[in-house]
Structures are given as C-alpha cells and as structure tokens.
C-alpha cells in the first residue's frame, strides 16, 4: 500500500516562484494535514481539510493556499515564495473524527533563495 | 503560549538506562494524547497511544495526568534503536481533529 505520498521529494525555489504540492493518499481517509516543521519548532499546521472540498486554516496558513478537489488529493499552493517558507513539509491524513493515528508522508524539503 | 510543550534535549544516554520525557499540554479539553517517533529527516510515526489508565508496549511505558495536564514517556533498557525525536501530540477531537505537535525531544542511546 502506497499510504500517503508527497510530491516532490525536494525543491528548490527563488524568491517570488510560485509551486505546488501534492499530497496523495489510497485510504479513504477524510481528514488531511498540512504542516511545516521547522528546526526547534515541531510540526505546525497550516491548512486541513475535513473532507472532499472544504479547507480551513491553521495555526500558520498566510502564503499559502489549499484545495481538496478530490477526496484523495490535498494541494498546497505557494503563490509567492519567500525564504521563510523555506522548510520541510509534511502532509497527513485520518481517517476521520474517531481516527486515532495519522499518517503521514515521507515530506517535502522546500528551499526559497 | 504553546499548546503541547516539551523539554528538547537531547537526552544522551548509554545502552541499558532507563529515560523519562515528559509534556505538558494547556488545553484541559484536550481528549487524546500519543507520543509519535521521528526518525532524523524522516516522517513522524505513531509509537504509542497514551490512555488515562496508563499503557506499556514491551520497553515503552506512557502515562497521562489529567489533573496536572501532562504525559510521560518512559524507555526502559534502551537500545541503540531508540535514538530519535519524540514528539508528544494532543489532539481535541472536537476541534475539527487537529493534531497538536510538541517540538520533540531528542535521545541520543550511546554504546
């Protein structure tokens, strides 16, 4: 089973490019995840999703931008990229409000020169 | 204030000793707690649900004090395998399921 997949792997951005990435799970979870981590930081949440076609913001959603066309598939878009959006990001996903583990994709490492 | 705190470390520690990572959470309405395993430039994996009770996983015993708002890991035996960066995750059910991340701590096993 694929789980849940990120792509891609690695990026490297200049300031002002725009990118998106694409986070992919086969589970028929409901619940997705997007989080930046950043060194002494943990894991902070940027956007979620609680099913096909809703999005909402997180701790740390300015500069970026989501959509959850399908239920499978959960983008996040950089419109404007900017050295502190240089990070490691992560998405996830649950299976729903009795879900009780989330999993999690092998991360995306995002460099903005 | 941080929703999920914990102390960063690293913990360095020789094979066979027993460690003890504690979090504390802010929010008394959180319902769920875990402490997840992140290996270096690798993704979070649950290790273990923390239930009120207490729970043990072979070496790996967790414990939840609601009145005081912390959890505790503890590593009995530990092996050179159990290096990583432990995070503690709280998460209110309620609140849309968000998954509340502490920012780890980090144990160092050494031969």
């Known amino acids: 089973n694929a789980g849940v997949t990120q792509t891609p792997k690695f990026r490297v951005l200049k300031t002002g490019q725009s990118m998106t990435l694409l986070c992919a799970q086969d589970?028929?979870?409901?619940?997705m995840y997007w989080y930046r981590q950043d060194p002494g930081m943990g894991l902070r949440l940027i956007h979620y999703?609680?099913?096909?076609?809703?999005?909402a913001k997180g701790e740390v959603p300015d500069g970026y931008n989501v959509s959850r066309l399908k239920k499978q598939n959960f983008l996040l878009g950089l419109e404007s990229a900017a050295p502190s959006q240089t990070s490691v990001y992560f998405c996830?996903?649950?299976?729903?409000?009795?879900?009780?583990?989330?999993?999690f994709g092998q991360g995306t490492r995002l460099t903005v020169v | 204030r941080k929703e999920v705190e914990q102390d960063p470390g690293p913990f360095n520690v020789p094979e066979g000793a027993t460690v003890a990572f504690n979090c504390t959470y802010s929010n008394s309405a959180s319902q769920s707690f875990f402490w997840y395993r992140q290996d270096c430039r690798k993704e979070p994996k649950l290790l273990m649900s923390v239930y009120s009770s207490g729970n043990e996983d072979g070496r790996f015993t967790a414990q939840l004090n609601r009145a005081s708002q912390y959890i505790s890991l503890l590593i009995r035996d530990s092996k050179l395998s159990d290096s990583a960066t432990y995070l503690c995750?709280?998460?209110?059910?309620?609140?849309?399921?968000?998954?509340?991340f502490g920012s780890g701590t980090k144990l160092n096993v050494k031969p």
């Open positions: 995750v709280v998460n209110m059910v309620g609140n849309f399921n968000k998954f509340y």
């Open positions: 999703s609680v099913g096909e076609g809703t999005t």
């Open positions: 589970m028929n979870h409901e619940y």
């Open positions: 996830a996903s649950l299976v729903g409000a009795a879900g009780t583990e989330a999993f």
